[in-house]
């Protein structure tokens, strides 16, 4: 079998209202979307999304005439040209659902089959009052979803907390709360200081006593003496990163000293769904937890789950989800049904060979750029 060619829709979906993420300086004005097709000599067509896969013209010989199922070496190629300034993650998605579809296998079933389905939590996006967020959390909580993950902008702290407050009284010890600060990286332009060590570390702590389950992306990756202090003094909180973090001995060194509870590397954005296992099995052989980051689309959120799910992450997995503005149906407006959680809360991993990906062609053609 050879890759014959590979090819891609790039989508845009307009929203109105923009939408404002916590993590964004700027408004989104629309959801964009990159569809990758590895096309094969064989008629097996593998597809995987994510990241622009901008400037992959200038690399794509690389990859013509290959085996697909050489995935070893179509991952080192991938790093090679990430190195000089993209980010080709998607292609190795596109790859591993053409090998789960020649094996006739999901793809979890490749990396371990440990779970045939994970629970997930609801991510939410924005940044809402107190009340406001006890109601999507309410709601959350009817349409199965057993935790919730909180942001907290740096510079509205007082309003954080009471979000987080009013969301455990309102719903109990029985519903977990995760909180993520969204200090470790930074969207394009936003050349903001993070939050310092000292406020962070106070803000840990009041965290902490609200029972949180973990606070993640507290301090900048950077900062690994950071980390572990606020480990150190909070030993009743779990601290979690990583969804972003690119390189993988630097992961790795994360791993030897000990610095995160919950390692959260993202498939699609960050390291890859190779990589990805090699060091969720590492942080569990430290027994420590992988619960990788999933803000794509639904075909990010497929490739996470399987790598998840064939290594056995949890206790959770993210699930974005913040309606009335952050839906599965407006994430996933190129698929012919959403990626939804189950009555239960779970996410179920698809069955079917390859990932389980099946594109709306009528929405691509709409909103193909």
Known sequence: MKIVDITFDRLRLDLDPPLRAAWDPEPRRHFDATIVRVHTDEGVTGIGSGDTMAGFEQV??????????????????IETANFHGGSYWPLEVALWDIIGKVAGLPVSALFGNSAKSLRAYASSAELKPPE???????RAREAGFRAMKIRIDRDRIGEGVAAVTAVREALGADFEIMVDLNQSWRMAGDTAAATDL?????????????DVFWVEEPLPYADIDGFR???????????????????????????????LDVYQMDVVL???MHRARTLAELAQLKHRAFTPHSW??????????HVSAGVGGGPYFEFPWDPPGWTPERRDFMLAEPVMITSAGELEVPQTPGLGIRLDEEAIDRWRL
Not at 64 to 75: N, S, T
Not at 132 to 138: G, I
């Open 198 to 210: 000292v406020r962070t570390r106070r803000l840990v702590r009041q965290l902490s006593e609200l």
């Open 132 to 138: 406001e967020r006890v109601e999507t959390a309410l």
């Open 296 to 305: 794509t689309n639904g075909i990010g959120v497929l490739a996470n789950l």
């Open 270 to 272: 960050a390291v890859g």
């Open 229 to 259: 202090a606020l480990r150190a003094d909070n030993p009743g909180v779990r601290i979690a990163a990583g969804e972003m973090h690119h390189s993988v001995p630097e992961l790795l060194r994360y791993l030897e000293a000990d610095v």
């Open 60 to 77: 794509k010989h690389l990859f013509l005439g290959e085996d697909p199922l050489d995935i070893v070496r179509h991952v080192k190629a």
